[in-house]
Nanobody
Framework: QMRLVESGGGMVQAGGSLRLSCVASGRPLDYYTIGWFRQVPGKEREGISCIKNFGGTTKYADSVKGRVTTSTDNAKNTVYLDMTNLEPEDTAVYYC???????????????????WGQGTQVTVSS
């Protein structure tokens, strides 16, 4: 089992920046694939970034490419999502998630992720 806890959300003006954190417990993240997703009420959960924490390969959705960076700190068992130049359209609840099997590929498919955090709200005002 793995427990994930996100933090760092909040309210920010358009053009601002935020760093989201996701702390994992139960297992070390070293060999796992971690995704960041977001969801707006009434819409499907959207994958926006993914990192293979064994080599550092990353993948970003077109909607955020160039504005977000995901990274890990294995000593802290933590994954980060750095977001810049935020837009009102980025307003959502943001979730981190981990695939069950080690050495998994990156994907934005929600069903491929097994462990989820509770989410953290990001609100961007215009």
């Amino acid at each position: 089992q793995m427990r994930l806890v996100e933090s760092g959300g909040g309210m920010v003006q358009a053009g601002g920046s935020l760093r989201l954190s996701c702390v994992a417990s139960g297992r070390p993240l070293d060999y796992y694939t971690i995704g960041w997703f977001r969801q707006v009420p009434g819409k499907e959960r959207e994958g926006i970034s993914c990192i293979k924490n064994f080599g550092g390969t990353t993948k970003y959705a077109d909607s955020v490419k160039g504005r977000v960076t995901t990274s890990t700190d294995n000593a802290k068992n933590t994954v980060y999502l750095d977001m810049t130049n935020l837009e009102p359209e980025d307003t959502a609840v943001y979730y981190c998630a981990v695939r069950r099997n080690i050495y998994s590929d990156c994907t934005f498919s929600v069903s491929e992720f097994d462990y989820w955090g509770q989410g953290t709200q990001v609100t961007v005002s215009s």
